[in-house]
């Protein structure tokens, strides 16, 4: 029942920006922790941001600080990622979840593709 559909990925070049959305339902929204994840080719699934369930708190892999923003509309029941200063190692198919007792479930949406060229 529980549903993840993330949008706004595409092809930019080194520097430039996108937003990334996730549509959520199945489950309460404005009662979890929520994070993005990102997994290249090649390379196991990386966390790279979450968020509290208000949108308060905010933690980042030190790879996407000062670069990445996580934020919530908890009515619209969507997570977003705005990733600016784009590097072509931000590469890869990124991926939401929701949080649940410091993990996620096993439960992932097919993700959208970010492909950054130099």
């Known amino acids: 029942q529980v549903q993840f559909v993330e949008s706004g990925g595409g092809l930019v070049q080194a520097g430039g920006s996108l937003r990334l959305s996730c549509a959520v339902s199945g489950f309460i929204f404005g009662a979890y922790y929520m994070r993005w994840y990102r997994q290249a080719p090649g390379k196991e699934r990386e966390l790279v941001a979450r968020?509290?369930?208000?949108?308060?708190?905010?933690n980042y892999v030190d790879s996407v600080k000062g670069r990445f923003i996580i934020s919530r509309d908890n009515a619209k029941n969507t997570l977003y990622l705005q990733m600016n200063s784009l590097k072509p190692e931000d590469t890869a198919v990124y991926y939401c979840?929701?949080?649940?007792?410091?993990?996620?479930?096993?439960?992932w949406g097919q993700g959208t593709q970010v492909t950054v060229s130099s």
């Open positions: 968020i509290d369930s208000t949108g308060y708190r905010r």
């Open positions: 979840n929701v949080e649940r007792q410091g993990s996620v479930l096993d439960s």
